[in-house]
T-cell receptor
Framework: GQQVMQIPQYQHVQEGEDFTTYCNSS?????IQWYKQRPGGHPVFLIQ?????EVKKQKRLTFQFGEAKKNSSLHITATQTTDVGTYFC??????????????FGQGTILTVHP | DTAVSQTPKYLVTQMGNDKSIKCEQN?????MYWYKQDSKKFLKIMFS???????INETVPNRFSPKSPDKAHLNLHINSLELGDSAVYFC??????????FGPGTRLTVL
């Protein structure tokens, strides 16, 4: 079945350091979505990438979609304590009509030390 | 103006009990979902309804029964609760293949 793998599982950084999480799918994705979940909170949609090789930026966050549309990355420049949380990638289920079903990666838990 | 709301926020109960979680969305979406998030933060889809019709039914024990009385509501009833059911349950909604909006979650603890 389709798998979406995300690494690393945990990342501890000092405030001001950069952070990157990587997402790899076993199947080609029509799009990839990224979500952030603050501690004690719920997943919140960040962005969706659709095109091969697409790069999008949101302030200090840079999202990339691979040329083969099977991998993606999220890079945060100069982390701040407000970046703490779990970052998930998610891709539409490839097993037929998706009906909106997403396969989520395991998430990367980011801790930022002040 | 809560978009997706869930009740209760916390649920503590004994093994063997039956409990329900309710979800409502006011976004006008036609698809609603139930997810289970375990202690390692892994998000696993359980069910999905589109226009009150069950369209995704993952490998979930039949002690879990969803019900959608209308497009804006999706409830989850759990019979004979077990220790392993302890988790955070999230409701979400979307337009069919669009991004998903999650509710605040219900933290279920089975003692």
């Amino acid at each position: 079945g389709q798998q979406v793998m995300q690494i690393p599982q945990y990342q501890h950084v000092q405030e001001g350091e950069d952070f990157t999480t990587y997402c790899n799918s076993s199947t080609t994705l029509s799009n990839i979505q990224w979500y952030k979940q603050r501690p004690g909170g719920h997943p919140v949609f960040l962005i969706q990438l659709v095109k091969s090789g697409e790069v999008k930026k949101q302030k200090r966050l840079t999202f990339q979609f691979g040329e083969a549309k099977k991998n993606s990355s999220l890079h945060i420049t100069a982390t701040q304590t407000t970046d703490v949380g779990t970052y998930f990638c998610a891709g539409p289920w490839a097993g037929g009509t998706s009906y909106g079903k997403l396969t989520f990666g395991q998430g990367t838990i980011l801790t930022v030390h002040p | 103006d809560t978009a997706v709301s869930q009740t209760p926020k916390y649920l503590v109960t004994q093994m063997g009990n039956d409990k329900s979680i309710k979800c409502e969305q006011n976004l006008g979406h036609d698809t609603m979902y139930w997810y289970k998030q375990d202690s390692k933060k892994f998000l696993k889809i359980m069910f999905s309804y589109n226009n009150k019709e069950l369209i995704i039914n993952e490998t979930v024990p039949n002690r879990f029964s969803p019900k959608s009385p209308d497009k804006a509501h999706l409830n989850l009833h759990i019979n004979s609760l077990e220790l392993g059911d302890s988790a955070v349950y999230f409701c979400a909604s979307s337009r069919l293949t669009d991004t998903q909006y999650f509710g605040p979650g219900t933290r279920l603890t089975v003692l």
